[in-house]
C-alpha cells in the first residue's frame, strides 16, 4: 500500500511538448499550463491549472490533480516517471486525442487512491476497520487484524483496490444494487460488495496494466494450486509494502535453483495502459513472455465474461452492453432505483431514440438526486432544447457551466442554444472557449466558423 493522495506535493518545473496532440505543457512549481502554436509560431489555446494535490508514491510516477472553485478534483495530464526522472503525459493520455485539463478524478477514483470521499491519504481504516474503540482503549479484540481472518478475506482486503481486470474498454466491475462506493468494510467477502468482469479470452493474452498485481497473481499457478493460502502478505509486508526475503521457499522448498527467482520468474514489463513505467508480472511463470505493451490492445469486441466472482444474468448482460439498451437500463433501475449514473445513460438512449419527454423525465430525476452531475444536466438541458424550449435549455446550461466551467459539451450545447435564440456574439464565445478547453473538438471549430460566417464583417 502506498499513500496514493499527497496533500503537499513538490514539483520540480520542466516543460513536455507532446508530438501527438501537439502541444507544449509547462510545469512550474504551482501550476501546470500548456499552448499551440498557430502556423505563425504565435501561443494559442493558452490553459493553466493549479496543482493541488498529487497522487501516486512516486516510486513509479505521481499525477497532479487541481481542485477547481467548485470542488471538483481533474487529472492534469502530464505525471512525473520515475524511471525518467521526467514529465511525459499521465497514464491513458498517450494519444492524438485526450482528456487534456478535462478528465475528472472521480469518488470511484478515490475509492483506490484516498482514505475517503474527501482526498486524504489512505489510513488504517481500509485494512482494520473502524479504529475508534482502540485508539481509546487499544487491546486485542477490538480491532480487526487481519491476520487472523481466512486467508481469501484476507486477500480480498488488497484487492479491494488491487483488483482491476482492465482500466479502459470495458465495464470492468459493477458494484452490486444499493452499494454506496464506500461501504466495502475489510473482512467482508468482496463478492458482496462487487462484481468483476473481463474479456473472455483474456487470460490467453500477455496484456499487463499499471494497476494489474491482483488481476496477474490470480491466474498465476502459484495461487491457483496453493490450496487458497495465497494471499498478498504472502510475499508483502502489508504496512512497509516490502517484499519479504525468500518468499518462494516459503513454498518451493526445495528449488531447482538458487538466486534471484523474481528476477527470472517476475520480471518487470512495461504496463499496456502506461507505458513510460515498469510493473512486476504477477503472473509467475516459468518462461515469462515479453510483448510490445503498445500492441496487446484489444481489437474487436470479446464478449465479457465473470472474474473472480459468479454474476447473475442482467449484471452480465449490462455489462456486456456494446450499444445503449434501453430495456436492459430499465431492468437495471428496476433493481437498483438510485443508481444515478444508470438513469443517465437511459436519458441520453432515449435522446438517441427521439424520445425527448421520456428522456427529460428520467434526467430530471437524476439531477435531482445529483444537481451537481454535469453530464445529467448537459442531456436533460438536450432533451429541453429539441423540444424547442431554448430559454428552458439555456438556463440549466448556465447552471450547468457554472458548476463545471470544463465540460466542452456543455459550452457547445450553450453555444447551440445562444445560436438558436439568435444570441450570436455569446455563440462565438462558447465555442471558442470550447476550443480552448479542447483544442481538438472538430465540433466546436465547425460551428464557430459557421457563425463567423454568418457575422457581419
Ligand atoms: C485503499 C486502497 C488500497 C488498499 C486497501 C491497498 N492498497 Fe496497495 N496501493 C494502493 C495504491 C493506490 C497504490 C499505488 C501507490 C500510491 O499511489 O501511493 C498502492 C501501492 C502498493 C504497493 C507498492 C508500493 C508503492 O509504494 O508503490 C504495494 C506493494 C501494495 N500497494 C500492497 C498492498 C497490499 C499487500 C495490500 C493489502 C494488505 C494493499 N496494498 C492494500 C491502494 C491500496
Ligand atoms: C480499483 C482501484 C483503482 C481505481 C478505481 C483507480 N486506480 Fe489508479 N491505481 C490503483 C493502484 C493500486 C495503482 C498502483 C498500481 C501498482 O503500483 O501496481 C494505481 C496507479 C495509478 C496511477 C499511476 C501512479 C502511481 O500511483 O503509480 C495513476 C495516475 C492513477 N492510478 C490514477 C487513477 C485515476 C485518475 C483513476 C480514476 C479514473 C484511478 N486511478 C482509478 C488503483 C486504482
Ligand atoms: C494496506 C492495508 C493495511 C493498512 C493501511 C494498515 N494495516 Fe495493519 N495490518 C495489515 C495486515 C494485512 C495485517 C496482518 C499482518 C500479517 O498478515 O502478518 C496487519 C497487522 C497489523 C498489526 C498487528 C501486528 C503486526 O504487525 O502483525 C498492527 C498492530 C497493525 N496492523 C497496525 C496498523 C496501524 C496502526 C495502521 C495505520 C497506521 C495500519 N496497521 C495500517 C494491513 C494494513
Ligand atoms: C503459497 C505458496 C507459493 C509461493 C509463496 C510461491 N509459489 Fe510458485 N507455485 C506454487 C504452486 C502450488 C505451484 C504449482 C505447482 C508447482 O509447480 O509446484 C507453483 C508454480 C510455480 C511456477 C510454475 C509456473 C507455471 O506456470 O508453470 C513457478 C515458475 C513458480 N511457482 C515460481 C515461484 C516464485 C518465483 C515464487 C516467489 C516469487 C513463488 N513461486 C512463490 C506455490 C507457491
Ligand atoms: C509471490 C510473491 C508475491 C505475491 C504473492 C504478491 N507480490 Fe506484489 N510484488 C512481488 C515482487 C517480487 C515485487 C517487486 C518488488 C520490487 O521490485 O521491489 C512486487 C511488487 C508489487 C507492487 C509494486 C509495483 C510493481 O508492480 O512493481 C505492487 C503494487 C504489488 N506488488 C502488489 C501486490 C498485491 C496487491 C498482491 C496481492 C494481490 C501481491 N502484490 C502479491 C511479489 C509478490
Ligand atoms: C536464471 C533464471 C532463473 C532463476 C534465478 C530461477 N529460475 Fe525457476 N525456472 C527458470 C526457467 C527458465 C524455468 C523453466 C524450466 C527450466 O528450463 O528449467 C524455471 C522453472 C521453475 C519452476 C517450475 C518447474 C519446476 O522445477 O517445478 C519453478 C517452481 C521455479 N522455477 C521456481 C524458482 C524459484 C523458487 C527460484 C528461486 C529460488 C527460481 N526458480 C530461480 C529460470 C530461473
Known amino acids: 500500500m502506498g499513500r496514493s493522495v499527497n496533500e503537499r506535493p513538490v514539483l520540480t518545473p520542466g516543460t513536455f511538448y507532446h508530438r501527438l496532440s501537439n502541444r507544449y505543457y509547462q510545469v512550474t512549481s504551482g501550476a501546470m499550463a500548456r499552448h499551440q502554436l498557430d502556423a505563425g509560431g504565435h501561443p494559442i489555446n493558452p490553459m493553466e491549472k493549479s496543482v493541488t494535490l498529487a497522487i501516486g508514491s512516486g516510486n513509479h510516477a505521481i499525477t497532479y490533480v487541481h481542485r477547481t472553485s467548485q470542488g471538483r478534483l481533474l487529472e492534469l495530464p502530464v505525471s512525473w516517471y520515475a524511471k525518467t526522472s521526467g514529465y511525459a503525459m499521465s497514464p491513458g493520455y498517450d494519444r492524438a486525442e485526450h482528456l487534456d485539463f478535462r478528465r475528472e478524478i472521480s469518488a470511484s477514483c478515490l475509492f483506490c487512491h484516498s482514505a475517503g470521499a474527501e482526498p486524504a491519504a489512505i489510513d488504517c481504516r481500509r485494512c482494520h476497520g473502524a479504529v475508534q474503540a482502540h485508539r481509546q482503549r487499544p487491546q486485542r479484540g477490538n480491532i480487526l487484524n487481519p491476520a487472523r481472518l481466512a486467508p481469501q478475506r484476507q486477500l480480498e482486503i488488497c484487492l479491494q483496490c488491487h483488483l482491476e481486470t482492465a482500466s479502459q474498454g470495458i ?40 494497476n494489474h498485481a491482483g488481476y496477474r497473481l490470480l491466474q498465476s499457478r502459484c495461487y491457483l494450486e496453493s490450496g487458497g493460502r495465497m494471499t498478498c502478505t504472502t510475499c508483502h509486508d502489508p504496512h512497509a509494502a516490502i517484499v519479504r526475503k525468500n518468499a518462494c521457499v516459503q513454498c518451493h522448498t526445495r528449488p531447482h535453483r538458487e538466486g534471484d527467482c523474481v528476477g527470472c520468474h517476475m520480471p518487470k514489463r512495461a504496463p499496456a495502459d502506461a507505458i513510460h513505467t515498469e510493473m512486476t508480472d504477477h503472473k509467475i511463470a516459468q518462461r515469462p513472455r515479453f510483448t510490445n505493451p503498445i500492441r496487446e490492445d484489444f481489437v474487436g469486441a470479446e464478449p465479457v465474461v465473470d472474474f473472480y466472482t459468479k454474476s447473475d444474468r442482467l449484471s452480465l448482460a449490462f455489462a456486456n452492453l456494446q450499444e445503449p439498451d434501453t430495456d436492459i437500463y430499465r431492468a437495471y433501475l428496476t433493481r437498483d432505483p438510485q443508481n444515478e449514473p444508470v438513469m443517465v445513460a437511459l436519458g441520453k438512449a432515449l435522446l ?29 438541458a438536450v432533451s429541453e432544447a429539441v423540444q424547442g424550449n431554448h430559454r428552458k435549455a439555456l438556463e440549466i446550461l448556465v447552471k450547468a457551466v457554472a458548476e463545471n466551467p470544463d465540460h466542452t459539451l456543455a459550452r457547445i450545447n450553450l453555444g447551440i442554444t445562444h445560436e438558436a435564440l439568435g444570441e450570436m456574439a455569446a455563440a462565438l464565445a462558447d465555442y471558442e472557449e470550447a476550443i480552448r478547453l479542447q483544442p481538438d473538438s472538430a465540433e466546436a471549430r465547425l460551428r464557430r466558423n459557421g457563425v463567423l460566417q454568418r457575422l457581419p464583417r
Open 171 to 210: 465495464t470492468d466491475s459493477l458494484r452490486r444494487p444499493g452499494r454506496a462506493i464506500f461501504s466495502f468494510r475489510p473482512g467482508e467477502p468482496l463478492p458482496d460488495y462487487k462484481l468483476y468482469f473481463d474479456r473472455q479470452g483474456a487470460k490467453a493474452n500477455d496484456r499487463m496494466e499499471i
Open 352 to 380: 438517441r431514440l427521439n424520445q425527448p419527454r421520456a428522456a427529460g423525465e428520467v434526467l430530471g430525476k437524476a439531477v435531482r438526486l445529483n444537481p451537481r452531475d454535469t453530464d445529467a444536466l448537459n442531456y436533460l
